[in-house]
Every structure is written in C-alpha cells, then in structure tokens.
C-alpha cells in the first residue's frame, strides 16, 4: 500500500484497491515517512509506552519476592502471602507500599504462588453409567415425583414427572398422592403412546422400589418394567446428578405451571398441566427424532404381577467405607480397595448372578468388572 501511494495513486484509490479506510493508510504512510521499505518497522504495535505509568516498577517487585522468600523460610507465623508481606513492608518501612490486592496480581505475575488452580473436568455424556445410554443407543426415561404442594381449600398435591434423556420427552401427572397402581397406569399409558425405552430410571422411593424392610422384594413398579422388556434402574441414594434430567423438569413445571396460575380444583391444574406438557413436547419435537428410536408397545401384552421375572435389574450404589454395597436389602463385598465409590450393579435374574461395575466420571468410558456374586432371587407369590 505504501509503495502503491509512493508510485503516484491517490491514497482513496488504494483504501478502496485493498478494501480497507483511509485512515489505515494514513497511519502507515506516516509510520514509514521517507525511510526505505525495507528499513520501515511494520510491527502492529500500541501507541502507547511499552510500561503503563501505574505499573510497580520492577525493583520494587524484586522487593516484595525477596520478602516473601525471607518470610517463607524466617517466619515464626509461617505466613508469606500478600497480606504478610504488605504488613512487613510497611513495619520496615517501605516507602509506596502497593495494596495488597497489587501485592496478590504481583506474585501471580511473577508464578510466586503456590497455590493450584481447580482442574475442571468435562462433563460426562448423558447416561454415563450405561453404556448403551451414553453411546446413543438406547433411550432412558426418568421418574420422579413432586411433593409438598396444596390447593387452597383443597387437597395436597404430588406429581408424578417423567422425560427421556436424550429426546426429551416429558410427561406430569398431577394426583392427590402418588401410589405404586397410579405410577403403573401412568408408564402403560405413557409407553402406549410413545413407545418403549430400553431402561427406566426411578429413585430409591418404596413406590417405585418396593418395601425397604424385607430381603429381595421386586416391586410392582419394577415387575411392569421386566414384563415389557424395559430395564429397570434405580438411581443412587442422595447422589447428584443422575436424576438431573427430571428434577430440572420438575422445577420448570412448579415455575412454568403451579406458581403462574391460581387452581381451584386439581382438575384446573391438570389441565394447566396438559398444555404445558403438549407446548413443551412440540417445542421439542426435532429433539426426538435425533433420540435412540423407541419399541413400539406390544398389543398381546397383558398385566400379570405374578409372572416369573425375566431380565435385569440395575441399583447405582456407592460403596462403604469397606467396599460394600446394599441392594435388595442385603449387602455384597465388592473389593476393599475399591470404597466410597460408584458401582453399577446388574442382577442378571435369567443368568441368577450379580456382575459388579467399577463407575468413575472422570472416565466415563472404562467401567471393569469387579465381581460376580451368584444370586437366586426366591420365588415367593406376589401380594398385589
């Protein structure tokens, strides 16, 4: 551009030539005045002084870092930071002592500090712990339940909450309290209409569960599942993020449904609750159809609580102390060393064996074996 202005075109002729403004060519004529081009300095550089006129000069840094190293290894306190130094320097005297904020931006500048910053880990892909989940071959729907909610003058209200993982689908049922039969209804009706996940997800509630007070005890929640081919999952007790998926849905519909609007009857709610639920499934309708395809529900398929069980059953848990594990109201050894961490735990009920999962989410992708345990799982009549 320069050279161009120096043979004779106007310098508009070369901002529009090169496409950029006037005054850039400007600056670099003045830059380049009547020096040869291959003496001119063409780095892109501020205008400024190289040193901010507010920067501690550097001595007064060699000072503070010498400070610090005396207070490190003379210190009867033991303390060398920012704070300890500004105190020493101004007990010595030190005349313009920086603040000790400065102090603090000195020392990190300088690498004088040792402390670590936090290592932040991505995050790992949804459904971690299956893998089937995790690799976007399979989809899984999570349960959960609302609780402490009160008409006015009416009855108290729970609601039974649902969404898939990776589509997104999403389902409420608002009810005066949440059974065992109304959750079944609720997943045959639910399932009839979208279709089958491969897992279902639920907490460790006695609703979905069953009874805690009794050994090996398969709830009707859990033999609905089996008998349609769905794997039943049962989150870890007060663990974070495996129901993240339904308890951020839950907190939406209490926003989004229960505190907008004044009910007078839980029918006014349900109803409420239905066009949210239609809004919200539209809304995500492109979401679905990149989910894990769903089973369409079998039309022979008939409820027998009482039917032999077939397939598995899935309990998180998080070792002891001792590396053990309670599911199904006993409690299995696992490994010693391997305590106070995630273990997926699969009852293989056709196999009548226990296969013991390592978890860690900072590498969501290995999860070895850490034993095999056999279990029969008692055949005792149901009590519906």
Known sequence: ????????????????????????????????????????????????????ANRTPREMEDVILQTRRELREQSDLGEYGAAAIYRTLVARPVPDVPAVRTLGRILERRGALDGKRRIRHPAPPRGWYLSEVANRRAELDQFDGVEGLVIQDGPEVEVLTAVSLHGGLVAAWPTTGITAEIVRKSLMAHWREFGLPAYAQFDNDTVFQGPHQHLDVVGSVTRVCLSLGVTPVFAPVCEFGFQAADESFNGRWQAKVWARFHYATLDDLCAQSCKYVAAHRQRTAVRREQAPPRRPFPNDWTLNLRAPLQGQIIYIRRTSDHGVATLLGRTFEIQPQWVHRLVRCEVDLNRKEIRFYALRRRAPQEQPLLKTVAYELPQRRFRE
């Open 1 to 52: 551009m320069v050279a161009a202005v120096r043979d004779g075109e106007s310098e508009r002729s070369v901002a529009r030539e090169h496409g950029t403004s006037l005054s850039t060519i400007q600056f670099w004529m003045q830059r380049a005045q009547d020096l040869p081009l291959d003496e001119v300095d063409w780095r892109d550089h501020p205008s400024g002084p190289r040193q901010p």
